[in-house]
């Protein structure tokens, strides 16, 4: 005849229940402020992205060097453009006004260069010094100035051009037509397109 199994007391199994719970409690515990954190990490939760601020400040300079790598694509073009045509036989025949006109534009793509050029120093500048922020914002800045040069440029260049082919009066109707059509490209569309607060 086998002995029957010994009945475990009632206090006992109820020390052992009060340990599971306590135990369950205590992991629980440390799930619920980690993923607290984790949402209190989210640098906007309102844009579906589900990252925090280093990861924004991270895109935003990726983003950054996109456009700037555009951006300097454009102005070197312009540039060597202008360097050759200093080199050509009918430069001698530019007047006065044409002369300036080139002059300045080679003043414009020099400062267009070096402001493209510029975030690649502040970011020399601010290499491991935990001042991404600083540098996100700073290299925004030095592009918005890039891009007003570079519009500038741009229309100048169509005014020395027609004005030497076509004439005074075409350059300089050519050169403020330029001028409006970038602005509204570059200025008017974005700041027309840029979503609305609601609130």
């Given amino acids: 005849m086998t002995d029957a199994p010994p009945s475990r007391d009632p ?5 052992a229940d009060e340990q ?13 402020p980690r993923e607290a954190h984790a949402d209190h990490l989210d640098a906007d939760p309102t844009d579906g992205r589900r990252e925090t601020e280093t990861e924004r400040l991270d895109r935003n ?6 456009e700037l790598r555009v951006t300097q694509t454009g102005t070197q ?4 453009f ?8 009918r430069f001698a025949d530019l007047d006065a006004f044409q002369m300036d006109v080139y002059l300045a534009l080679v003043g414009l793509a020099v400062l267009s260069t070096a ?4 975030p690649v120093s502040l970011h020399r500048g601010l290499f491991r010094r935990r001042a991404k922020k600083q540098l996100v914002e700073g290299a925004s800045r030095l592009l918005n100035l890039t891009l007003i040069c570079v519009g500038l440029l741009i229309s100048g260049v169509a005014l020395l051009i027609f004005d030497v082919v076509l004439g005074r009066t075409a350059g300089i109707v050519t050169g403020v037509v330029s001028a ?3 602005a ?3 200025l008017a569309l974005p700041l027309s397109t840029r979503p609305r607060d609601d609130g």
């Fill in 11 to 15: 206090q006992s199994r109820s020390d």
């Fill in 115 to 118: 402001l493209g050029l510029a």
């Fill in 77 to 80: 073009i312009l540039t060597g």
């Fill in 180 to 182: 409006i059509v970038l």
């Fill in 184 to 186: 509204g490209l570059w």
């Fill in 61 to 66: 300079w990726a983003e950054l060097l996109q």
């Fill in 20 to 32: 599971t719970s306590s135990v369950s409690a205590g992991v629980s515990g440390e799930h619920a």
């Fill in 82 to 89: 202008l360097l050759t045509l200093a080199f050509q036989p």
